[in-house]
T-cell receptor, first 114, second 112 residues
Framework: GAVVSQHPSWVICKSGTSVKIECRSLDFQATTMFWYRQFPKQSLMLMATSNEGSKATYEQGVEKDKFLINHASLTLSTLTVTSAHPEDSSFYIC??????????FGPGTRLTVT | GESVGLHLPTLSVQEGDNSIINCAYSNSASDYFIWYKQESGKGPQFIID?????DKRQGQRVTVLLNKTVKHLSLQIAATQPGDSAVYFCAEKWAAGNKLTFGGGTRVLVKP
């Protein structure tokens, strides 16, 4: 399977601060990046889709000004949670895609906002 | 909207027995299905996939069955082991590079 890394693996921040999560595809070029969010004991929900070099497309109900996605290269995408609030506490997972059917998930980032 | 759903939220299995996890999907345009395993605190791990032109695919100790007539997908785990305890998700997509839509998940608990 593909090698995907995320950093940090977990982060605790104070309400009102911003947090940046990095996702790297280590062994292939990700033309598309999917960002998912997973609340405890729930399924994965797609937040946004980004294509390298272009603006992300956000799913309904996801605030694009709050969750900033940058996909500047084929191996790196970042998700910035701006002005984080406790309800943003979740497990954030990236899924780089090279346009093929198979999709391999990153290890995830656990965000806790206090 | 179109969705993928699961019949059983929790499945308790005796170690050594076979497990069967079921999933229903409603999008007839879906042509690719994946089963993922997720352990606590980790990202989903790819288990096995199947395309819509197939009705069965086997891996190591796992088999996926696809019934397009009734839009049903199942994952069979042979000789379930304690390490199989996790949450299992089915997911669907309808084009290469397209997004995945996930079902609600089934927790498998393996009893020693």
């Amino acid at each position: 399977g593909a090698v995907v890394s995320q950093h940090p693996s977990w982060v605790i921040c104070k309400s009102g601060t911003s947090v940046k999560i990095e996702c790297r595809s280590l062994d292939f070029q990700a033309t598309t990046m999917f960002w998912y969010r997973q609340f405890p004991k729930q399924s994965l929900m797609l937040m946004a889709t980004s294509n390298e070099g272009s603006k992300a497309t956000y799913e309904q109900g996801v605030e694009k000004d709050k969750f900033l996605i940058n996909h500047a290269s084929l191996t790196l995408s970042t998700l910035t949670v701006t002005s984080a609030h406790p309800e943003d506490s979740s497990f954030y997972i990236c899924v780089p895609s090279g346009g093929r059917y198979e999709q391999y998930f990153g290890p995830g980032t656990r965000l806790t906002v206090t | 909207g179109e969705s993928v759903g699961l019949h059983l939220p929790t499945l308790s299995v005796q170690e050594g027995d076979n497990s069967i996890i079921n999933c229903a999907y409603s999008n007839s345009a879906s042509d690719y299905f994946i089963w993922y395993k997720q352990e606590s605190g980790k990202g989903p791990q790819f288990i096995i996939d199947i395309r819509s032109n197939m009705d069965k695919r086997q891996g190591q100790r796992v088999t996926v069955l696809l019934n397009k007539t009734v839009k049903h997908l199942s994952l069979q785990i042979a000789a379930t082991q304690p390490g199989d305890s996790a949450v299992y998700f089915c997911a669907e997509k309808w084009a290469a590079g397209n997004k995945l839509t996930f079902g609600g998940g089934t927790r498998v608990l393996v009893k020693p």
